[in-house]
């Protein structure tokens, strides 16, 4: 875990499923993007200032459009 810590510091921005590894990029002062399926972001997401989330409205990750992730991703960087 240390190793996964050292590499996602040294990132400019983490993005990935709702997991431990966005609370590592908070911890580390990291850009994140989680992005969440059934989960509750308003709960559980990353906190911090570098840290963004998105959760399609029908709660299924196979449904999110990937062209407005994209999009989201372009304005955080």
């Given at each position: 875990m240390i190793e996964t810590s050292a590499i996602i510091e040294l990132s400019?921005?983490?993005i990935g499923n709702d997991s431990g590894l966005g609370h590592i990029s908070s911890a580390v002062n990291?850009?994140?993007f989680t992005?969440?399926?059934e989960g509750?972001?308003?709960r559980y997401?990353?906190?911090g200032k570098k840290a963004f989330w998105y959760q399609s409205k029908d709660l299924k990750i196979e449904s999110i459009d990937i062209s407005s992730i994209y999009k989201r991703i372009i304005k955080i960087l």
């Open positions: 400019d921005l983490f990291t850009k994140s992005i969440f399926g509750q972001p308003n997401r990353p906190w």
